[in-house]
């Protein structure tokens, strides 16, 4: 039995990573003639929720429950609500981005590689294995029948606590850096106030502790904790901290205010300045 089980939730994980994928590529056909990114994080963000409604609906052959009360007895609560999550966090997350880039008219990480075909698709299939490894607590839930999961316990809701406090973090922090960029007067500023005296990347620290993985049968215990170390490693390595810290550097780092606000606060973990800036 759990054989057959183990083979039938590997075969709906590669099912989702073809959709990751296949939409990426897709995504990219249209993109990369066009030379724009505008809909780069649109398709991505997006895809989550595709993904996850898809784990979800397993079995596929089944008509979709038509009330609520079939929804309940057709799913675990703890499908429904890692589910619910991820489609609140991937649709949040898409909305920002989109109207950000729309109001600013591009993303400067492709300033470069949108014009280098083959550089510009490994940027949309790294975002197809950002869809796949990062969902994979979702995934493995949804992929679980019901009947062989536990029922809820402290665990899921301490995992639930995380994940909220993760987001609130996160929309607040790009509530403040929208509104300090969107006064005229702070044109040639950097943000230090509010969220961001406490961390210069508050709101890559809610993303990652919002990651944390959904509580599963041992199975997968393991392979969902690839979430957050993929999420961690993305942002503290490759297309997040890196890129805006070389960004501001260039852009601030004759700074004197600047320089001492680098010193006096954490890049990443929210903490309070070790110093004032005078």
Known sequence: MSHLLGTEIAN???FILSIAVGSQIAAYSIAAPL???KFFDLVGC???S???IISLLKP???PFPDDFQSILRRYHPRQLLATGMMIIWSTRLATFLFIRVLRAGRDSRFDKVKK???IFMIYWLLQATWIFITGLGVYSVNAL????QSDLSLLDHIGAAIWLFGLTLEVIADYQKTEFKNNPGNKEKFIQSGLWSLSRHPNYFGEIILTNPEIVRPLYAYLVWLSPIFTTFLITKLSGIPILEKNSDKKFGRLKEYQLYKERTNVLFPWFPKNKVE
């Open 116 to 118: 280098i075909p083959m």
């Open 46 to 48: 997006g895809t989550y």
């Open 60 to 62: 596929w052959n089944l």
């Open 12 to 14: 709906m994980l590669l």
């Open 35 to 37: 030379q724009t990114e």
């Open 145 to 148: 029948p019901k009947e062989v």
């Open 50 to 52: 595709i993904c996850a």
